[in-house]
C-alpha cells in the first residue's frame, strides 16, 4: 500500500472533505482516497456526442426563445 501525505489543503477544503466524509460515513482519510480514485477514472467527456444531441433537442423545440427572454426567464424564477 503506498502513502500519500497531501499539505498545504485550505482550510475550508478540509471542511468541505470532513462533512463529505461524514456524509458518506467513511473516515476523512477514506473518503479522500475515493474522491482522488474518482477523479482519476473518470470517463472523457464526448463532447460532440453531447453537442448533437443538443442541437437536436433544440431543434425540435416548437418555442425558441431569445438570450433576452431567457434572462427575463432565469430573474423572473422560471430557470
Known sequence: MITLTIKGISKAAHRELKKRAATHGRSLNTEAIAVLEASVRSTPVDVEGVLRRAR???AAMKFMATDAEISRFK?????
Open 75 to 79: 430573474r423572473e424564477g422560471r430557470a
Open 56 to 58: 437536436a433537442a433544440r
